[in-house]
């Protein structure tokens, strides 16, 4: 399991946005970004990239949720994301990420990020979306639920071929031309009972990490080619949210 070099040796590019949604603290420490409609039947797991709450990462979840859907976007990584160092050493920065950013780490987030869409929301038709490190979590939560109905997987990195065969809803897998070959993995999924739900489209134009921090928005194309991802997320799921 490695992380693809490109998002290891350069910083996010900078932004401005001003968020729509609100805040509120889940537990004692996770702060908590929401957005979107309250009367929404489905919502979205907004899982950032290793950036954390970048403004590109508020933008992407209000774009999804104008969209129709409840969005909610946790601060798994306390906003402490990893350092310039970090960036420049493979060995630090998955020291970085075993410490902070697994599955088995994460899980007592998930589980009451998820009851809280639940019960208090009252939403139980639940999807995930995941940029850079974000993919492999929604990987993980999938294999470990079968609850959420789907999933997206932005500029993936750490994913495993294994990862595949686990999962439990369909994916959407939208990486850029910077990441490996999903070809296999997505024939995996081919082989899956919701095979006719999943996608994949290679964006062979696009760096890593467009559609997140190192997204140049200010860019037409770059813009252009962000909501053409958002929008292949939001047709995938209300594809899979008609099969249900």
């Not at 797991?45 to 774009?63: K, M, R, T, W």
């Amino acid at each position: 399991m490695a992380f693809i070099q490109q998002c290891c040796d350069t910083p996010p590019v900078q932004a401005e946005y001003t968020p729509i949604g609100q805040k509120f603290n889940l537990k004692d420490d996770l702060e908590c970004y929401i957005t979107g409609d309250k009367d929404s039947k489905a919502a979205i797991i907004y899982i950032y990239d290793i950036f954390c709450l970048h403004p590109n990462a508020y933008q992407g979840a209000d774009i999804l949720a104008k969209s129709g859907y409840r969005v909610i976007m946790p601060d798994f990584l306390r906003n402490d994301p990893p350092t310039m160092e970090m960036l420049g050493d493979g060995a630090a920065f998955m020291s970085y990420i075993k410490r902070k950013g697994t599955y088995d780490v994460l899980k007592p987030d998930f589980e009451a990020v998820k009851n809280y869409l639940n019960s208090t929301e009252k939403i139980d038709r639940i999807f995930l979306i995941g940029f850079c490190w974000g993919a492999k979590m929604v990987m993980n939560l999938s294999a470990h639920d079968s609850s959420y109905k789907g999933g997206a997987l932005v500029h993936p990195s750490l994913l495993e071929l294994s990862d595949f065969e686990s999962a439990q809803a369909p994916m959407i897998i939208l990486p850029s031309k910077d990441e490996r070959d999903f070809t296999q993995d997505y024939k995996v999924l081919q082989s899956k009972p919701f095979a006719d739900l999943c996608y994949m489209q290679v964006y062979d134009d696009m760096i890593h990490g467009w559609c997140a921090a190192r997204g140049e928005w200010a860019d037409a194309h770059v813009a252009s080619r962000a909501n053409e991802a958002f929008r292949a997320v939001v047709q995938g799921f209300a594809k899979i949210q008609s099969s249900l």
